[in-house]
T-cell receptor
Framework: ETGVTQTPRHLVMGMTNKKSLKCEQH?????MYWYKQSAKKPLELMFV???????ENNSVPSRFSPECPNSSHLFLHLHTLQPEDSALYLC???????????FGEGSRLTVL | TQLLEQSPQFLSIQEGENLTVYCNSS?????LQWYRQEPGEGPVLLVT?????EVKKLKRLTFQFGDARKDSSLHITAAQPGDTGLYLC??????????FGTGTRLKVLA
């Protein structure tokens, strides 16, 4: 596989469920990101990891919990979400802090 | 709040027409990127501009970075249906910080 892959592509969950989104990059990049894309709003940066260390946490509610076990994998653990959290969650990677972002295809989340 | 405003928000044109999309901010960026996103996919980088006044061409697409590095434009010549998509600009501010624009949704009709 090449590039950035995200699973699942689609997820429907209730407000009391716990689920996780997974991202894997095969590009040898050092940084990985979670972005949220909602209708009519710009892409919102949620978290950034550089060499497995969290370097950015953009005031994201604690019901979103990121995990970066190594430089190739990034998870977003979801717990007690709200309907307004329904969105497309995009994972991206970059070689360094100035490089271009390579995005995955996204995980479309619907919270009922 | 740092904001990148894109205009127009929506654009529907006929094949063969020219168009320009604008990306404006009151903030200075060290570099600016343009991405295109198609339905069901993540954004894909088109170009990065770094120097104020820089112009880059990618086939029928021409990108310009403003002299003060606060704004940018994307011009498409002779648009084709394959150009349809969501165009996003993103400004780099500091380390790992990309501020994305509000987006321009382009539809090119055959």
């Amino acid at each position: 596989e090449t590039g950035v892959t995200q699973t699942p592509r689609h997820l429907v969950m209730g407000m009391t469920n716990k689920k996780s989104l997974k991202c894997e990059q095969h590009l040898g990049h050092n940084a990985m990101y979670w972005y949220k894309q909602s209708a009519k709003k710009p892409l919102e940066l949620m978290f950034v990891y550089s060499l497995e260390e969290r370097v950015e946490n953009n005031s994201v509610p604690s019901r979103f919990s990121p995990e970066c076990p190594n430089s190739s994998h990034l998870f977003l653990h979801l717990h007690t979400l709200q309907p307004e959290d329904s969105a497309l969650y995009l994972c991206a990677s970059s070689q360094d802090y100035r490089g271009e972002l390579f995005f995955g295809e996204g995980s479309r989340l619907t919270v009922l | 709040t740092q904001l990148l405003e894109q205009s127009p928000q929506f654009l529907s044109i006929q094949e063969g027409e020219n168009l320009t999309v604008y990306c404006n901010s009151s903030s200075v960026f060290s570099s600016l990127q343009w991405y295109r996103q198609e339905p069901g996919e993540g954004p894909v980088l088109l170009v990065t501009v770094v120097t104020g006044g820089e112009v880059k061409k990618l086939k029928r697409l021409t990108f310009q970075f403003g002299d003060a590095r606060k704004d940018s434009s994307l011009h498409i010549t002779a648009a084709q249906p394959g150009d349809t998509g969501l165009y996003l600009c993103a400004g780099a501010r500091g380390t790992y910080k990309y501020i994305f624009g509000t987006g321009t949704r382009l539809k090119v009709l055959a």
